[in-house]
């Protein structure tokens, strides 16, 4: 009797006891990737806020100063904390309405992001304005996750220059003409002021902006994200996209949602 019950035990687990095991495994597999799936819905949503919200403090900041935050040449003067370094240092390019350099080829976009903060540069470069831009809203009062590390010399970086993106990367801004960005599908690119998601501060190169691997997100993350702020059209609307144009995006301006490559940035124009 004793060897049978040995057997018995010995012999595994019955079909009822599979089926039991499998369900429980579904159901464990099925609550992690739901979690994963919640979490990375969670990073969109924020994501879409803190560009309404950087939007927002922009237009309050030209509400109460009368500039635009980085533009504005007498901001020593008018923003607490605020050192000489704040003030932009080219008399031609300060208080002009525009952030930085205008359009998106030759001096504008693809070498502005690449300008790192040290105060000789927020001085001798009109670049230096966009990451202003951000030092002056934090002064301000009305912008977090960055710090005052640009007056002081410090190297760009996010949530230290530049505000750090929920959904990977970081935002940097400037100012289009018209003039499409680096790997853009765009016949028109942006006019005015617009917020651009890179991958890094010194990204902002025809090369950088182009690279296959190393932008913020993939196309399926760029395709959520431009859905519910937008249109979801990578080459129409309030969000457009950039990146590598094989991998990012195909005709009609639809995403490439099957591809796995982080291949994909956004462009959330701010004014038209």
């Known amino acids: 009797m004793k060897l049978q019950k040995l057997k018995r035990r010995m012999s595994g687990f019955t079909l009822v006891e599979m089926a039991l095991v499998m369900v429980i495994v579904g159901l464990l597999i099925g609550g992690i990737l739901k979690g994963i799936e ?3 819905n969670a990073r969109v949503n924020v994501t879409i806020a803190q560009v309404q919200g950087y939007i927002a403090t922009a237009v309050t900041f030209r509400d109460r100063y009368n500039a635009l935050p980085g533009d504005m040449s007498n901001a020593f003067a008018r923003i607490p904390g605020c050192n000489a370094t704040c003030d932009p240092g080219m ?3 300060a208080s002009n309405s525009i952030i930085g350099m205008q359009g998106w080829g030759g001096a504008g ?8 903060p040290a105060a000789a540069l927020l001085g001798a470069q009109a670049q230096g304005e966009t990451v202003l831009f951000w030092t002056h809203l934090y002064h301000a009062g009305l912008l977090s996750g960055v710090t005052r590390a640009a007056l002081l010399g410090g190297s760009a970086a996010w949530n230290i220059t530049h505000p750090e993106a929920k959904v990977g990367g970081g935002f940097v801004v400037g100012w289009g003409d018209g003039t499409p960005a680096p790997g853009s599908p765009m016949a028109t690119g942006d006019t005015g002021m617009a917020l651009m998601l890179v991958q890094s501060p010194f990204s902002g190169t025809v090369a950088g902006l182009t690279a296959p691997g190393v932008q913020p997100l993939t196309p ?3 395709a959520v994200l431009d859905r519910k702020a937008d249109d979801g059209f990578a080459d ?3 969000v457009r996209a950039y990146g590598v144009a094989a991998t990012c995006f195909g005709n009609a301006g ?3 949602e099957n591809a796995t490559s982080r291949d994909c940035g956004l462009i959330f124009s701010v004014a038209r």
Request: aromatic share 14%; hydrophobic share 45%.
């Open 38 to 40: 919640m979490r990375a």
């Open 109 to 116: 976009w693809p070498t502005q992001t690449a300008v790192p």
């Open 91 to 93: 008399a031609a390019e």
């Open 236 to 238: 129409n609307g309030y």
């Open 254 to 256: 639809s995403y490439l």
């Open 220 to 222: 399926g993350m760029a």
